[in-house]
Every structure is written in structure tokens, then in C-alpha cells.
């Protein structure tokens, strides 16, 4: 159980961690070549912490899982993934509280709303109108 503590402490850390790094850089567009950067630093990080909980949940240290490290396995990438939810819903509420006061607004709610109905429409169509290839 004590390492179960610490293995959900450094993932909500690291998932802190990045969302912090995100919410910091998320006032501009990232470029394709930042994109694929930041798609390639979470790909790492997604690795690096499978990694660590398979060799937790690797009791005899073999390198293998049986089916019941396997169990063990999941049950560990299930917790770090409740821990990470939980984190991502209390860094979006603190986004949608724009006065800080511990509460939202229907203001606050409508804003949050208009900004995503924005964004969802600005980014639709995915690429913009590019040429037919001529076939």
C-alpha cells in the first residue's frame, strides 16, 4: 500500500506538473513542429510511468507479469488514472473561476461555454480549404 502512496504521488505530481507547463503556454497556438514536440514529451512521459508501475507491480522482479501482477498492473494504471482525473477537474475548475473566488458563476460558465463553442467551431473543419489533388 506504501508504494501504491508513492507511485500515485508521482504520478498526480507529474500530471501537476505538466498541466502547469500547459495551462503556461496555452495562450498561443503551438507551431506544428511545438506540437509534435508536445505530443512527443507526453508519449515519453505516458511510457516512462507504464514503465514504473510494471515494475511495481512486477513482485518477483523478473521482467514478466503473471496474470496476477498483470491484475496488479491494472489496478495501479486505474488509480493513476483516477488521480489524474481528479487533478485535470480541479485545474479546470480554477481555469473556469476567472475572479479566483472559489465558486462559479453562470457568467463564469457562460464564458467558459462561448470560449469552447469557438474553439470547437475554429477548429471544425481541421485543415483549411486545401486544393483537390488532381487524380
Known sequence: MKTLSKTLSVAILGCGIAVSAFAATSTTQPTPTEHSAKQAQRQAKMQAQQ???FQQADNNKDGKL????FARFNELKKAAWEARKQEMEKNRFARLDANKDGALS???LKTAQ???ASFKHHHKGGQPD???PVL
Open 130 to 132: 486545401m486544393p483537390k
Open 51 to 53: 514503465a514504473a508501475l
Open 106 to 108: 453562470m457568467d463564469e
Open 114 to 116: 462561448a470560449k469552447h
Open 66 to 69: 503473471s496474470a496476477a501482477e
